[in-house]
């Protein structure tokens, strides 16, 4: 039996394919679809925001705060006020918010990204800064105090405050 001389063989293959192959590459960061906003934040809530894909952590840093107090300062990875699942974040504040408050949020570019690594899209060091404001005030309260000397709190709505 005789082999043959590799170097003597070719062969020439044509195919042709239908479809995608292959996803495009992803190179978009996750944007944020929603958060906290408007004036309507309830003090004792987390702190909720919802992003185009799913994310995971970064290796930068989230803080939400006001001009005189913060509330959240730091990394979003190995912390246990902040929660990732799916496309999701959680932040759950170690002291309630304040009432009528205004509070900024600020997302470093590399605070969270997708499954291809992409951090948050955007030029500046701080990409994703916004402001939320919590509810006024508590809601409106009945109190009724004892025949003893009482301490009676209400809010700033249409309370009703009775005494024995």
Known sequence: MRRA???SLSATFHATMSGSSAAAADTQGPLLVSGPDG????????LVFTFNEAISW????????????TVFSGPTYMNTEVWILGNTLT????????FGTTY???????????SAGNN??????YP???E???????????????????????SDFDDTLNGA
């Open 5 to 7: 001389d590799p170097s």
């Open 39 to 46: 004036s309507s934040h309830l003090i004792d809530g987390k």
């Open 58 to 69: 970064g290796t930068g840093r989230l803080s939400i705060g006001t001009a005189n107090s």
């Open 91 to 98: 932040v759950t504040p170690v002291t309630p918010l304040q």
């Open 104 to 114: 900024t949020v600020m997302f470093s570019h590399d605070a969270v990204k997708d």
């Open 120 to 125: 948050l899209p955007g030029e500046s060091a």
């Open 128 to 130: 994703l800064m916004f």
């Open 132 to 154: 939320f404001t919590t509810v006024a005030s508590p809601p409106a309260v009945n109190r009724t105090g004892t025949s003893g000397y009482d301490t009676l709190y209400g």
